[in-house]
Nanobody, 121 residues
Framework: QVQLVESGGGLVQPGGSLRLSCEVI????????MGWYRQAPGKQRELVAQ???????NYADSVKGRFTISRDNAKNTVYLQMNSLKPEDTAVYYC???????????????WGQGTQVTVST
């Protein structure tokens, strides 16, 4: 069973930056494609960024050029550097293995607690 511990969220003004971290405990992190996802109030959870075990990345159009996903396999941790934040980035941010996220998109048993990001003046 995968345990996901997200951290780093907070309140930030538009144009500001945050760095999210996600520690993955208890599973095959180094060979798993990982992703960051977010869920805004009243909306479905959506993919923000993905990273393969070798570091190939993919981003949602809405965050390209502003967000950067990275991983440290030695620390079983995936990061999301978020720059030039906008109010529409406000959401709870989650990380997960891509295969688990695809198979169980709406089952909270397969997701961590997430970390709240609020972009506001």
């Amino acid at each position: 069973q995968v345990q996901l511990v997200e951290s780093g969220g907070g309140l930030v003004q538009p144009g500001g930056s945050l760095r999210l971290s996600c520690e993955v405990i208890g599973n095959i992190f180094s060979i798993a494609a990982m992703g960051w996802y977010r869920q805004a109030p009243g909306k479905q959870r959506e993919l923000v960024a993905q990273i393969t075990p070798r570091g190939r990345t993919n981003y949602a159009d809405s965050v390209k050029g502003r967000f950067t996903i990275s991983r440290d396999n030695a620390k079983n941790t995936v990061y999301l550097q978020m720059n030039s934040l906008k109010p529409e980035d406000t959401a709870v941010y989650y990380c997960n293995r891509d295969d688990i996220a695809t198979q169980h998109p709406d089952n909270d048993d397969y997701w961590g607690q997430g970390t709240q990001v609020t972009v506001s003046t």
